[in-house]
């Protein structure tokens, strides 16, 4: 068999391309404040809650061991799971709804990506220069000015990482416990390996992914589109009005169109795309190539919106309305679901309780001829102060409840298993009963919890539910 000349043919697109550097140039405008504005506000409170305390504790911190989640003044436990799926529910709606209204709001100016992206360029710039400048420096051979730099560069963004990487776990320990371990090099084997690994994630994603993870790893640039329409805010450019392209006044004169070719919206983009060629899943919504091209169109004296947050009807002639059917159904439904979820935390009862039989017996009867059922009822106290909790029966009649230990002290954001003993009169039951338990604060009577159980006593079958 004759081997087949596998080379590719000129003007042929590879299957597979090496991976080329990315140099966004730097850009100024509105856009790119905000973006600034939005990296700031973001980094500073993931930098800075750790060290806030509330209360005498971390504002926030996830108690793993004591499966506690403290947020400012509330305490939550595992048995508030649902409030978390409440949470993650609206965080996914939000998405949609705005999504639907301004296409990738989230990915231009607040995905964790893009933030730390923004924060190492910031580095970078300042350890080896402007775009022009990086680009010569790692074109050139190694000199001592290259080493110095790219070593500047390493330290910052080691120093920064190594700095994110304590962060996060500090979300987990408190600070102060981490920083103890590491100054008397007793940190454990755990802490110390997540903050490893965080560091070198932040590092790995944000010095040298970067748009790679946009463009392979982010599963939202896949399924975007689904939830834009034809009056979904998305950048654009203006084809009609820019081309074609002329360099220029005389070009302008000659029936050219405004966009002048000078390639300065591919230059500051991040992901290294030509938003000329249209809207492209790659493409962040960062906004740079709006600032950019308006700085331009300024320069050669023509009207800015060249490059624009616009709508495909827009685009196309046609007129778009932010109130449509779909944002309309996400905003109400995204309304219901914050106030009900704010409604849920600030209402939520202080207390829960967890009831489980005895297995070994179904029921005892006593000398004096009443009828016992044991049960392990579990009292979560989640207030700030301890409280004693009395135990009542209800639904059963003369039932006691515990006559020789009527109440049960339970501390402050703490659980404890009590034994209960639930005793009614023989001559006054016979077969199963459903019962309430009500577990009720003494000093507070509005802290109170309660949950079903069932009563057996002689008629009773083993298998009854």
């Given at each position: 068999?004759?081997?087949?000349d596998?080379s590719i043919?000129?003007?042929?697109q590879?299957?597979?391309?090496?991976?080329?550097?990315?140099?966004p140039?730097?850009?100024?405008?509105?856009?790119?404040?905000?973006?600034?504005?939005?990296?700031?506000?973001l980094?500073?409170l993931?930098?800075?809650m750790?060290w806030?305390?509330?209360?005498g504790?971390?504002?926030?911190?996830?108690?793993?061991?004591?499966?506690?989640?403290?947020l400012?003044?509330?305490?939550?436990?595992?048995?508030?799971?649902?409030?978390?799926?409440?949470l993650?529910?609206?965080?996914?709606?939000s998405?949609?709804?705005?999504?639907?209204?301004?296409?990738?709001?989230?990915?231009?100016?607040?995905?964790?990506?893009?933030?730390?992206?923004?924060?190492?360029?910031?580095?970078?710039?300042?350890?080896?220069?402007n775009r022009a400048?990086?680009?010569?420096?790692?074109?050139?051979?190694?000199?001592?000015?290259?080493?110095?730099?790219?070593t500047?560069?390493?330290?910052?963004?080691?120093?920064?990482?190594?700095?994110?990487?304590?962060?996060?776990?500090?979300?987990?320990?408190?600070?102060?416990?981490?920083?103890?371990?590491?100054?008397?090099?007793?940190?454990?084997?755990?802490?110390?390996?997540?903050?490893?690994?965080?560091?070198f994630?932040?590092?790995?994603?944000?010095?040298?992914?970067?748009?790679?993870?946009?463009?392979?790893?982010?599963?939202?640039?896949?399924?975007?589109?689904?939830?834009?329409?034809?009056?979904?805010?998305?950048?654009?450019?203006?084809?009609v009005?820019?081309?074609?392209?002329?360099?220029?006044?005389?070009?302008?004169?000659?029936?050219?169109g405004?966009?002048?070719?000078?390639?300065?919206?591919v230059?500051?983009?991040?992901?290294g795309?030509d938003?000329?060629?249209?809207?492209?899943?790659e493409?962040?919504?960062?906004?740079?190539?709006?600032?950019?091209?308006?700085?331009?169109?300024?320069?050669?004296?023509?009207p800015?919106?060249?490059?624009r947050?616009?709508?495909?009807?827009?685009?196309?002639?046609?007129?778009?309305?932010i109130?449509?059917?779909?944002?309309v159904?996400?905003?109400?439904?995204?309304?219901?679901?914050?106030?009900g979820?704010?409604?849920?935390v600030?209402?939520?009862v202080?207390?829960?309780?967890?009831?489980?039989?005895?297995?070994?017996?179904?029921?005892?009867?006593?000398?004096?001829?009443?009828?016992?059922?044991?049960?392990?009822?579990?009292?979560?106290n989640?207030?700030?102060?301890?409280?004693d909790?009395?135990?009542?029966?209800?639904?059963?009649?003369?039932?006691?409840?515990?006559?020789?230990?009527?109440?049960?002290?339970?501390?402050?954001?703490d659980?404890?298993?009590?034994?209960v003993r639930?005793r009614?009169?023989?001559?006054?039951?016979?077969?199963?009963?459903?019962f309430?338990l009500?577990?009720?604060?003494?000093?507070?009577?509005?802290?109170?919890?309660?949950?079903r159980?069932?009563?057996?006593?002689?008629?009773a079958?083993?298998?009854?539910p």
């Amino acid at each position: 068999m004759v081997a087949q000349d596998m080379s590719i043919e000129e003007g042929a697109q590879p299957l597979y391309a090496a991976h080329r550097k990315i140099y966004p140039r730097d850009v100024t405008g509105p856009f790119a404040r905000l973006r600034v504005l939005s990296v700031i506000a973001l980094l500073g409170l993931y930098y800075i809650m750790p060290w806030v305390r509330w209360e005498g504790r971390p504002a926030i911190l996830c108690d793993l061991p004591g499966r506690k989640f403290y947020l400012f003044g509330f305490t939550f436990f595992p048995q508030d799971l649902f409030l978390l799926t409440w949470l993650l529910v609206i965080a996914a709606l939000s998405l949609f709804f705005f999504t639907a209204l301004a296409g990738r709001l989230w990915c231009g100016f607040a995905c964790p990506q893009t933030v730390w992206t923004e924060a190492y360029l910031w580095m970078e710039r300042l350890a080896e220069g402007n775009r022009a400048r990086r680009m010569k420096l790692d074109r050139g051979p190694w000199s001592r000015e290259k080493i110095l730099r790219k070593t500047l560069k390493q330290l910052l963004w080691l120093s920064f990482s190594g700095f994110t990487g304590l962060t996060f776990v500090a979300f987990f320990v408190p600070i102060g416990d981490l920083l103890h371990g590491i100054a008397t090099l007793s940190l454990s084997g755990w802490n110390a390996f997540w903050i490893l690994f965080y560091s070198f994630a932040t590092y790995g994603n944000a010095g040298y992914m970067r748009e790679q993870v946009c463009k392979y790893m982010c599963p939202y640039a896949r399924f975007q589109s689904a939830m834009f329409d034809r009056s979904t805010l998305i950048i654009s450019y203006d084809a009609v009005r820019g081309e074609p392209r002329g360099h220029g006044a005389a070009a302008r004169r000659a029936g050219q169109g405004d966009c002048i070719d000078c390639t300065m919206c591919v230059q500051v983009c991040p992901t290294g795309i030509d938003i000329r060629k249209g809207l492209q899943y790659e493409c962040i919504a960062c906004a740079a190539c709006i600032d950019v091209c308006n700085e331009v169109m300024d320069k050669v004296g023509s009207p800015r919106g060249l490059i624009r947050y616009s709508t495909q009807a827009e685009m196309e002639g046609g007129k778009a309305s932010i109130l449509r059917p779909r944002t309309v159904l996400y905003g109400i439904g995204l309304a219901l679901l914050v106030g009900g979820f704010a409604f849920a935390v600030l209402h939520r009862v202080p207390v829960n309780i967890d009831v489980l039989r005895d297995r070994n017996t179904l029921y005892r009867e006593l000398r004096d001829g009443r009828v016992e059922n044991v049960f392990t009822v579990r009292i979560i106290n989640k207030d700030r102060k301890p409280h004693d909790f009395k135990i009542t029966a209800l639904g059963l009649p003369d039932a006691t409840v515990n006559s020789d230990a009527p109440t049960q002290f339970v501390a402050a954001e703490d659980i404890k298993s009590v034994v209960v003993r639930v005793r009614v009169p023989e001559d006054l039951m016979h077969g199963g009963h459903d019962f309430t338990l009500l577990v009720q604060a003494i000093d507070a009577p509005s802290v109170r919890a309660d949950s079903r159980a069932r009563f057996f006593a002689e008629g009773a079958e083993p298998g009854e539910p």
